[in-house]
């Protein structure tokens, strides 16, 4: 249980960096967005999320954009968006994450089906 | 626990500055909100949403401590302190622009002043003095408002007759902007 949240914890940057690179999302529509794509894989503690955001903003891969008022709830919703940095982290990210699968296959060699 | 108290127990855990803490408390607070509607929407109610809330983002205590951490307890130190810094400097630099004004203010001693005392050496001169005493160093004021400083030589009624290296000068006790109580130079 504890390798699997390590396992996830070092993903979770990549996959935020690499929804926020499509579009602009805001904090709740990134947690829904996540589990959804990932099949839940990646469903977040709620809690996780905003400290992780914070965090990626501080170390300015991703900013804080605008904010929306949404018509029919007249909440306000901060949108983020990827920084030029938070572009070249996600591919070296990506990058390390194909050599890690690749290394991983060649040891595992089809053992496994996913 | 409501929504209300529990954004207000993680922003007291945080103790974030105060521009960040009106955010995170927004998108806390509108976060927890979203679930709540989309638990209407499948009937669930806001007090089982709550339990949801506090089993998914922890309790506010953990929340709080991790969102001070992500946002950098140092950096959040910092931002207090200018916005102390921003409210304190003005009130400091009002108060010494205040204080040169009528207290206390330093001249420059040009090298035709006064006998004795080096050329470029500076006197801080107390302005509130009121008497004055044959061979004080003073400042006072010509005609022009030039300052100049110079050394008493002798006292009358009304007037002061000052002496300076190379000349005499008879001026009126209000022309005397004050006596000088502290001398030093700066060495470069």
Redesign the interface.
């Known amino acids: 249980m504890e390798s699997k949240a390590q396992y996830r914890k070092g993903c979770v940057r990549t996959v935020i960096l690499k929804m926020l690179s499509e579009r602009l999302m805001y904090?709740?529509e990134i947690?829904q967005e996540l589990a959804r794509r990932s099949e839940n894989v990646f469903a977040l503690?709620?809690?996780?999320l905003?400290?992780?955001?914070?965090?990626l903003e501080?170390k300015k891969l991703i900013v804080?954009v605008k904010r929306v008022k949404d018509k029919a709830?007249g909440?306000?919703?901060?949108f983020y968006g990827i920084t030029p940095k938070g572009k070249q982290i996600l591919d070296q990210d990506i990058m390390t994450w194909l050599e890690i699968v690749k290394g991983m296959s060649l040891v595992l060699k089809g053992q496994y089906e996913y | 626990m409501n929504i209300e108290a529990y954004v207000n127990k993680v922003l007291e855990c945080a103790d974030l500055a105060p521009s960040d803490k009106k955010?995170?408390c927004?998108?806390?607070r509108?976060?927890i909100?979203?679930?709540i509607?989309n638990g209407k929407h499948i009937g669930i109610s806001e007090t089982e949403v709550m339990q949801m809330?506090t089993k998914?983002?922890?309790t506010p205590e953990?929340?709080g401590k991790?969102?001070a951490?992500?946002?950098?307890r140092f950096?959040t130190y910092l931002k207090k302190q200018a916005r102390h810094t921003a409210i304190t400097f003005p009130i400091v630099f009002g108060f010494l622009i205040m204080f040169n004004l009528f207290v206390c203010q330093p001249f420059k001693v040009t090298k035709d002043s006064v006998s004795n005392v080096p050329a470029g050496s500076r006197v801080l001169v107390n302005k509130l003095s009121k008497t004055f005493n044959v061979n004080d160093i003073v400042v006072f004021r010509r005609a022009d408002k030039h300052a100049l400083v110079g050394r008493i030589k002798s006292l009358q009624d009304d007037t002061i007759v000052v002496s300076r290296s190379d000349s005499e000068c008879t001026i009126s006790k209000k022309d005397m902007v004050g006596k000088a109580f502290f001398m030093y130079a700066w060495h470069f």
């Open positions: 904090g709740y947690a503690g709620q809690g996780t905003y400290p992780l955001l914070y965090s501080r804080a709830s909440r306000e919703r901060l | 955010r995170v927004a998108e806390l509108n976060h909100l979203e679930m509607d809330v998914e983002f922890g953990e929340l991790m969102i951490k992500a946002k950098g950096l």
